[in-house]
Structure formats: C-alpha cells, structure tokens
C-alpha cells in the first residue's frame, strides 16, 4: 500500500539545537494525508534537529514566551505512533543526507561508498 506523505515548512522562533547548536528559524511538517492538513509545531509536539538528527520537543516555559526547542529525554510515556514516526523521520533525513535529494526518478544525486 502506498503512503501519501505531505511536507510544509512554517517560520518558527529563532532558536538553536541545545544538542549541536544548528540555527534554526523553520520547522517542516511531515504527516499522513489521511491524518489532516498539519499545520505549525504547537508546545508539546516533537522534531528531529535536522543536523544532528537529535530528538526535540517544541516547549514554552512561560506564558507569552516564544516557543524553544528542548531535548527528548526519552520515548517513555510517548505512543507507540509517535516513536514509530519520529523514527521513521530519522532513517529518511539521514538517507537524505547521504545521497541527497530524490530526483523525479527516485534517484539520488550522490553516490555513497560503502
């Protein structure tokens, strides 16, 4: 079966991974067309850092405050969905990054050696 997987990228706070220090000011949605339209991180959702593919949570520490970016401590207490999800979002930007971008053929622009 075949999975229909949308992107959007929103403007977020000016903020930094408090793992490797990558500036960021974007965050992308990646969700199911099945799940609805998406839409900006809210407090509470999670990310990946997409340079060192470090887990995140969106995270307001008080009212009024923009939102920040805070390390997952662990997947406890998280459903099994999200784990699946934040995992699978993982594999592909690390694929993404090896080989680069997929062309319309499906292939990559860089070869890896292994």
């Not at 809210?42 to 520490?61: K, N, T, Y």
Request: glycine letters at 8%; one cysteine or more.
């Amino acid at each position: 079966m075949k999975r229909h997987i949308k992107l959007r990228t929103y403007p977020t706070p000016r903020d930094f991974c408090p793992h490797c220090g990558h500036e960021m000011d974007a965050a992308s949605s990646f969700h199911r067309a099945e799940d609805g339209p998406g839409g900006p991180p809210q407090p509470g959702h999670l990310s990946v850092c997409i340079e060192c593919m470090a887990f995140l949570r969106w995270h307001v520490d008080a009212p009024g405050r923009p939102m920040m970016l805070v390390p997952l401590p662990s997947f406890e207490g998280l459903p099994l969905d999200a784990v699946n999800r934040l995992l699978e979002l993982r594999a592909a930007l690390k694929l993404a990054k090896a080989y680069g971008p997929p062309t319309r053929q499906g292939a990559g622009k860089k070869e890896v050696k292994h």
